[in-house]
């Protein structure tokens, strides 16, 4: 995109255009306006429905001039659409195409499917595969419940690592300290169940390591017990299965056979995944 697609002169152009070759030293310049396009999609990818141009701009702090050429040039290309009005805007379906070719072009993904299908049978209870990106996972696949009672869940939903059995299940993969770097002191509250303070959740932490697994008490979702493993085909992990069953339904013995079937998931994912 050039600087005359979003109204920006000066700066931007030298950011563009003054970039040092290759093995120069320094990392070459962020592209301003690149750069506010992915701000501004996962500003929409973050907050579904329409928004009104001066909520845009509130949001995100852009020249409002700016903002309005790089909105109308993204809904001509797809990326953006608007209501009839032209007055509001909100994510496009070529955002859809792109996170959707990303699913499909994931070796984990692929390779999981028959260990995800054979969980959902041993379970009867959603699944998910999730990857941790940041301070979030985010899941890749999910298996709906057999029952009537059951989450509802999609693949591209985004989570706080803190409080999802699949997060808590990659942090452990992490050390002590590199957790603390990674998270605040203070952790933002889902439920009333979820764990806000960084050090408690650091001790929790040690236990998911001893026992091998993460549970998720209602700290995400009101009546709604998740359990996680990571899959360990790289050190720290980045991809977890869960397992989440209402609390109505769950019962000592049902909770462990979901264990038992989350451990064999992971050991055939383990093998499965092992040269990824």
């Given at each position: 995109?050039?600087?005359?697609?979003?109204?920006?002169?000066?700066?931007?152009?030298?950011?563009?255009?003054?970039?040092?070759?290759?093995?120069?030293?320094?990392?070459?310049?962020?592209?301003?306006?690149?750069?506010?396009?992915?701000?501004?999609?996962?500003?929409?990818?973050?907050?579904?429905?329409?928004?009104?141009?001066?909520?845009?701009?509130?949001?995100?702090?852009?020249?409002?001039s700016s903002l309005y050429m790089?909105?109308?040039?993204?809904?001509?290309?797809?990326?953006?659409?608007?209501?009839?009005?032209?007055?509001?805007?909100?994510?496009g379906v070529r955002a859809l195409?792109?996170?959707?070719?990303?699913?499909?072009?994931?070796?984990?993904?692929?390779?999981?499917?028959?260990?995800?299908?054979?969980?959902?049978?041993?379970?009867?209870?959603?699944?998910?595969?999730?990857?941790?990106?940041?301070?979030s996972v985010v899941y890749l696949?999910?298996?709906?419940?057999?029952?009537?009672?059951?989450?509802?869940?999609?693949?591209?939903?985004?989570?706080?690592?803190?409080?999802?059995?699949?997060?808590?299940?990659?942090?452990?993969?992490?050390?002590?300290?590199?957790?603390?770097?990674?998270?605040?002191?203070?952790?933002?509250?889902?439920?009333?169940?979820?764990?806000?303070?960084?050090?408690?959740?650091?001790?929790?932490?040690?236990?998911?390591?001893?026992?091998?697994?993460?549970?998720?008490?209602?700290?995400?979702?009101?009546?709604?017990?998740?359990?996680?493993?990571?899959?360990?085909?790289?050190?720290?992990?980045?991809?977890?299965?869960?397992?989440?069953?209402?609390?109505?339904?769950?019962?000592?013995?049902?909770?462990?056979?979901?264990?038992?079937?989350?451990?064999?998931?992971?050991?055939?994912?383990?093998?499965?995944?092992?040269?990824?």
């Amino acid at each position: 995109m050039t600087t005359a697609e979003t109204g920006e002169k000066g700066s931007a152009g030298g950011a563009e255009e003054g970039a040092g070759p290759e093995g120069a030293g320094a990392p070459p310049a962020p592209v301003k306006s690149a750069v506010r396009t992915v701000v501004l999609l996962e500003h929409f990818a973050a907050r579904p429905g329409l928004h009104s141009l001066a909520d845009i701009q509130h949001d995100l702090s852009l020249p409002k001039s700016s903002l309005y050429m790089l909105l109308r040039t993204l809904v001509n290309l797809g990326w953006v659409e608007t209501d009839a009005t032209g007055t509001r805007y909100g994510i496009g379906v070529r955002a859809l195409l792109v996170g959707s070719s990303y699913i499909d072009g994931d070796e984990v993904v692929a390779a999981a499917r028959p260990t995800l299908d054979r969980l959902s049978d041993d379970t009867t209870e959603t699944i998910h595969l999730a990857r941790m990106d940041g301070t979030s996972v985010v899941y890749l696949a999910t298996r709906q419940s057999q029952h009537y009672l059951r989450p509802f869940t999609r693949v591209g939903r985004r989570l706080p690592v803190h409080s999802t059995a699949l997060g808590k299940a990659l942090l452990a993969t992490h050390t002590d300290e590199e957790v603390r770097r990674l998270l605040p002191r203070r952790l933002e509250a889902v439920t009333q169940h979820t764990v806000t303070d960084r050090e408690q959740l650091v001790e929790e932490l040690a236990l998911v390591r001893e026992q091998g697994y993460a549970v998720d008490r209602e700290e995400n979702t009101l009546g709604l017990r998740c359990f996680g493993v990571a899959v360990p085909y790289r050190t720290p992990a980045r991809d977890a299965v869960s397992c989440s069953v209402p609390v109505a339904r769950l019962t000592p013995g049902h909770e462990q056979v979901i264990k038992a079937a989350l451990f064999e998931a992971r050991d055939r994912l383990s093998v499965v995944t092992r040269r990824m």
